[in-house]
């Protein structure tokens, strides 16, 4: 339940805060996600630029996290153009959607799943949109993976 922070360079940090909808210890978490989202370096500006919240393509219940997006993210983002361009909401695991439609050879999905995911994609940006009134970029992908023993190489 707590928020990493992972510094690439000197000017680009991520801050990873996972778990969130784990468990009873939520409120606690998102107050350290607001506390986050407010802070601010020594010139004045905000520490973060950008949210990136994941969620999973393949779950049919996304209730937590439009419930972050809603409640905890969105309403701590600032003014109303910050809460257009700080945040972007993302589907991962887009393969495992309809794994038959997944070109594993290309890494890319075929035409029936594409317009899947285009369905899915949309649905989150209009639920979030209809809840706030904030019209959030959403996209899709596939991480990929790597198994431990090295085979099974997936490509993101």
């Known amino acids: 339940m707590e928020i990493k922070s992972y510094e690439l360079n000197d000017k680009i940090t991520l ?87 997944w070109d594993y050879e290309n890494s890319r999905p075929d035409e029936k799943l594409t317009a899947e995911l285009d369905g899915r994609a949309d649905t989150f940006r209009r639920r979030i949109e209809q809840t706030t009134g904030i019209s959030v970029e959403t996209m899709y992908y596939s991480a990929g993976y790597k198994e431990d023993d090295n085979e099974g190489q997936e490509a993101p």
């Open 15 to 101: 801050w990873d805060s996972s778990g969130l909808g784990d468990g009873r210890k939520d409120p606690e978490h998102a107050r350290k996600i607001v506390e986050l989202l407010h802070k601010k370096d020594n010139s004045g500006a905000y520490m973060i630029d950008l949210v990136l919240v994941i969620a999973d393509a393949a779950s049919r219940d996304l209730g937590t996290t439009y419930s972050l997006i809603t409640d905890v993210i969105l309403p701590n983002l600032g003014d109303e153009n910050d809460k257009r361009t700080r945040i972007i909401a993302a589907l991962n695991k887009c393969d495992s959607v309809m794994p038959r439609h």
